[in-house]
C-alpha cells in the first residue's frame, strides 16, 4: 500500500518593502483599496505598484531600492494620503522605519578587500552603518530600510538587500 501523498506547505509570500507606517502583511492585503493616493503623494516616486509576480501583493503599494530608495520625508506624505488607513504613524513620531539592511560579504567590495565605503558615505542615518575593519556593517536597531544603500551600491552583483521590518 502506497502512502497518501504528503500535502504540500502553503507558499509563503515574497517579502514586499513597504511605504512607511504599513500595518501587518495581512492586514495590508486585507485593507489596502489599491486607489494609488499614496503612490501620487511620494515627491520622490519611491511608492509603485507591486508587479504581478508577487501574486498577493500584485497592485499594492511598494518600495523597489533598485529603482528608487525611500527617502523618509518628514511629514510622511503617503501615510497622510492613506485614506483606508494600512499606513498609520503615531502623532510626534519620526518616519517609522520600513526595514532593515543586509550587507552580503560575497558581494561586498570592501570584504573582498577593495577599498569601498559608498553606503556608509550615502546612508542618511548616523549610526546606520558603521565600518568595522574598513567593511561596512548594518546597526540593525539604527537603520531605517529606506533603501539608500542598496541604491547607491556600485558591486558587479549589488551587496545589500534590504528586508521588510516585521510587522505586527
Do not use: W, Y
Not at 492585503?29 to 515627491?43: M, S, Y
Not at 533603501?147 to 521590518?165: E, F, S
Request: glycine fraction near 8%; include cysteine; charged fraction near 20%.
Amino acid at each position: 500500500r502506497r502512502s497518501p501523498p504528503a500535502a504540500m506547505p502553503a507558499p509563503r509570500a515574497f517579502p514586499v518593502l513597504r511605504p512607511p507606517g504599513a500595518v501587518a502583511e495581512a492586514d495590508f492585503l486585507a485593507g489596502c483599496t489599491r486607489c494609488g493616493d499614496c503612490i501620487r503623494a511620494c515627491p520622490h516616486r519611491a511608492i509603485r505598484l507591486a508587479p504581478e509576480r508577487l501574486r498577493a501583493a500584485a497592485g499594492t503599494p511598494m518600495i523597489d531600492p533598485a529603482e528608487q530608495p525611500c527617502l523618509m520625508c518628514v511629514d510622511t506624505p503617503c501615510i497622510a494620503a492613506c485614506a483606508p488607513g494600512v499606513l498609520r504613524r503615531a502623532a510626534d513620531q519620526p518616519p517609522p522605519a520600513i526595514g532593515v539592511a543586509r550587507i552580503s560579504p560575497v558581494d561586498c567590495l570592501a570584504h573582498q578587500g577593495t577599498t569601498c565605503s559608498t553606503c556608509r558615505e550615502r546612508c542618511p542615518v548616523d549610526g546606520a552603518i558603521s565600518l568595522t575593519g574598513g567593511r561596512p556593517q548594518v546597526v540593525a536597531d539604527a537603520c531605517t530600510g529606506c533603501g539608500i544603500c542598496h541604491h547607491v551600491c556600485p558591486a558587479p552583483r549589488n551587496a545589500v538587500l534590504v528586508m521588510p521590518k516585521a510587522r505586527r
